[in-house]
């Protein structure tokens, strides 16, 4: 009781403190919350951020970026920004997601979501010294549209990346979806002269050659997926199944608003344009599946590292969706010990934080 009593006690002097703590004591479920109380350490996952903003702007009328997070992570960081009476001046896809690290910096894409909280586990895995900065979707600010086309994707990003660093080596990647920007932000930057030290891809296709399932191809999917999440689940002893199975409930709450945005847009019998959270983030989604499927990689005068898991799903396990013909300069493949949708999350997320590791202290001395 005291603790608690304690932890309270400095938010009370301040209404925005307050009104901001009693946001994420509703929606994480907790009876109080310390001032300095990481939102992560607390349990908080990219769905209940998007409910805790939604929230923040109906009671502050103050859209922020769920990216505030990881420069505000805290009541009182966050409280900080809420003062100063207006959202971020120009909004940027680019995230430091860790500023800090002697290393060089190491710029990561999102997958079709379009938000970068999915690697917060990984930047943190690769510790104190390495910079890890994560490359947001544009559209998820609900004040312009999503952007259709990968390639105009990666032009924005490129002049992102070099605000932070002007001329190379750069070391690049990304997951899914994230993996095709990567590579499209590597040549752009070759057609700039620069030099890309590291391309790392971590489960990604040649998205292009990957038909489109039939109804009966998208259940034999998501079967094979339910026995994925098995295979991943029995490899773990005990510590590591609750953790695992922890993780992935996050992972299917933070689906839950983009399916919710889905069937609404759906029904409404049009593609979602309502600036709802929902809607948003269905829009953003569906927006970004449609331009990965479109895009078709060009060969890749570099080396490329690609990340595979122990197996593939059947409809893209197909050779000419991966990346030996593409990868002019070389390619490393690096199998982790995990199944798919497992690389990215906590324990696994420790064999790819490794792996990629090495594969950045490889690149470093190439360069």
């Known amino acids: 009781m005291l603790e608690s009593l304690v932890s309270r006690a400095p938010i009370t002097g301040d209404a925005t403190a307050t009104q901001l703590a009693r946001i994420w004591q509703d929606l994480l479920g907790l009876d109080s919350i310390g001032m300095d109380q990481n939102y992560f350490d607390l349990g908080g996952d990219s769905s209940t951020a998007v409910h805790i903003f939604a929230q923040i702007e109906r009671v502050f009328d103050i859209k922020l970026p769920l990216a505030t997070l990881f420069e505000a992570p805290t009541i009182g960081e966050l409280a900080q920004v809420l003062r ?6 120009g909004w940027s ?15 990561c894409m999102h997958g079709a979501g379009g938000n970068i909280l999915i690697y917060r586990d990984l930047s943190r895995r690769l510790g104190p010294d390495q910079p ?15 952007l259709t086309r990968v390639e105009d994707m990666a032009a924005l990003y490129v002049n992102e990346i070099q605000r932070v660093q002007p001329r190379g080596p750069y070391f690049l990647g990304g997951y899914c979806m994230g993996g095709t920007i990567a590579l499209e932000v590597a040549q752009q930057l070759h057609g700039r002269g620069e030099r890309v030290a590291l391309l790392a891809l971590f489960d990604t296709m040649d998205w292009s050659k990957i038909p489109i399932p039939s109804f009966l191809g998208r259940g034999y999917q998501s079967f094979q997926r339910l026995g994925f999440h098995a295979a991943n689940f029995f490899r773990l002893d005990n510590r590591g199944k609750f953790q695992f199975v922890k993780e992935k409930a996050k992972t299917l709450r933070s689906r839950i608003p983009v399916w919710r945005g889905m069937v609404i847009a759906e029904f409404d019998g049009h593609q979602p344009t309502s600036a709802s959270e929902s809607l948003l983030l269905a829009r953003v989604w569906q927006t970004n599946d449609r331009a990965c499927m479109n895009y078709t990689p060009r060969p890749y005068a570099g080396k490329i590292a690609d990340f595979r898991p122990l197996k593939q799903y059947r409809a893209f396990d197909r050779l000419d969706a991966k990346w030996e013909n593409l990868a002019e300069g070389g390619l490393d493949v690096v199998v982790l010990p995990t199944y798919p949708a497992g690389m990215l999350v906590e324990p696994f997320v420790k064999d790819l934080a490794s792996a990629l590791e090495k594969s950045i202290d490889e690149a470093i001395r190439r360069s």
């Not at 890890?132 to 999503?146: E, I």
Request: net charge positive; charged share 20%; proline share 22%.
């Open 93 to 107: 896809p680019l995230v430091a997601i860790h500023r800090e690290g002697s290393r060089p910096p190491f710029f």
């Open 84 to 89: 100063r009476k207006s959202s971020p001046p």
């Open 132 to 146: 890890f900065y994560g490359l947001q979707s544009p559209g998820l600010d609900g004040s312009r549209p999503p």
